[in-house]
């Protein structure tokens, strides 16, 4: 029998990062998990995943965290019954660049589940130690693609995000040659069927109803306004080399079909599975295997039934802005997602409304020039840092002529 697969987890505290552990602890004659890492705000929860885990390393990119961390250690170890000598502690790193030296350890996968752009680097990393990359940072693809794909073999980079994994599947079916489309399904968020009159007053909490996913605030505000499916065309676009022209959305409210793809005789192949994240995380781990038990699968035996209508992009124009910024490459997709963060930042703060959201996006990505595709990471940090004062420059100057 050969070893388990050797995983270091990336934003090990986050939602990605507590189900990746989840399924690796479901299956450990599959996988060991041998490296965390956090932004250290939950230094008591870091240390009780690594001290059940046996972990080897442990990364916080909060320098000062790292004492906290050494004692939350010998705290949940008391709290087991553990007496002195009876665990090891295992090596910390601590400091900005300590999630990217973790990325380095030796191991098979590293699964980035870091939040921003913050993950590109530990992406870069672990692609130039020859780690396979499951890829939940979708911002690393997004902001930084030419960097990542430049640094990518063939099948090092697997996706993790639900569509782009069924998009993968469903690519068994056939070869790129014949592949007609792509098709992306979204669930339209909690706003699908108003018009853009209707949206000028929604609140964050009306925002934050997502009717089917359980999500963070940025990326289910994200959802709402559909820039997350403006940003997963970008990603199909970079992970399989498919034309923006050949890559389609329809919105699917059950979100039970993940994604489809259409080849040229007229065949769609499509992946359905109930909304959870545990099924699209295993697969990364395990790839291209299955890992048994992932997750429930569908129930034939109940009616239900599956709906499909297409995208209002006048009320929603945030996928047209997305293609738009695609296509054009450069520095502009990492433009594009931090003015959006910026934006949505003001949203759940009260001084912008919902559809000012994507107003000042596209305010902040036209008036963008002089940045050409980045050739280090400093490149896509300062096109970001410029895009996030921009943004707030128009926010500002909106609220000072409201």
């Known amino acids: 029998m050969s070893r388990p697969r ?25 996988f060991r998990i041998v490296g965390l890492a956090a932004g250290g705000g939950s230094v008591d929860l870091l240390a009780q995943q690594a001290l059940d885990l046996r972990v080897d390393a442990v990364a916080v990119a909060r320098a000062t965290a ?67 990359v499951a ?120 979100s039970v079909i993940h994604s489809m793809v259409e080849f040229v005789d007229g065949s769609t192949i499509a992946q359905a599975s109930p909304p959870d994240m545990r099924l699209p995380i295993a697969l990364a781990l395990g790839w291209p295997h299955r890992v048994p038990g992932a997750a429930v699968a569908v129930d034939w035996s109940q009616a239900a039934r599956w709906d499909f209508e297409p995208v209002d992009h006048e009320t929603f124009p945030a996928i047209t802005l997305a293609r738009e910024v695609g296509v054009a490459g450069g520095c502009l997709p990492a433009i594009f997602n931090a003015a959006n963060e910026e934006a949505v930042s003001a949203f759940v703060a009260g001084g912008l409304s919902f559809p000012g959201i994507l107003d000042v996006v596209r305010t902040v990505v036209e008036d963008a020039a002089g940045y050409d595709a980045p050739t280090t990471v400093a490149d896509v940090l300062g096109a970001e840092q410029w895009a996030r004062r921009q943004a707030r420059t128009v926010i500002d100057e909106e609220n000072a002529g409201a």
């Open 66 to 132: 790292a004492q906290d961390l050494q004692l939350a250690f010998y705290a949940a170890a008391r709290a087991k019954g553990y007496s002195t000598g009876q665990f090891a502690v295992p090596r910390i790193l601590a400091g900005p660049d300590a999630a990217a030296e973790l990325a380095t350890w030796p191991a098979d996968v590293v699964l980035n589940g870091i939040t921003g752009s913050i993950g590109l680097a530990p992406t870069l990393a672990a692609l130039d130690a020859g780690r396979t």
């Open 135 to 254: 890829l939940a940072n979708k911002e690393s693809l997004i902001a930084g693609g030419p960097l990542v794909l430049e640094r990518a073999k063939p099948g090092q980079l697997v996706p993790v995000d639900s569509e782009h994994s069924a998009l993968a599947q469903c690519l068994r079916a056939g070869s790129t040659a014949e592949v007609r489309r792509l098709v992306l399904t979204a669930s339209g968020g909690p706003f699908r069927g108003r018009t853009g009159a209707e949206l000028a007053h929604v609140t964050v909490q009306q925002a934050m109803a997502h009717p089917t996913w359980d999500m963070g605030p940025v990326i289910t505000i994200n959802s709402a306004t559909l820039v997350n499916k403006g940003l997963e065309v970008i990603e199909a676009n970079l992970l399989f080399d498919i034309p923006y022209d050949a890559i389609d959305v329809v919105v699917h409210p059950q």
């Open 6 to 30: 050797e995983i270091v987890v990336l934003g090990s505290t986050g939602s990605i990062g507590r189900q990746a552990i989840e399924v690796a602890r479901a299956a450990p004659d599959r």
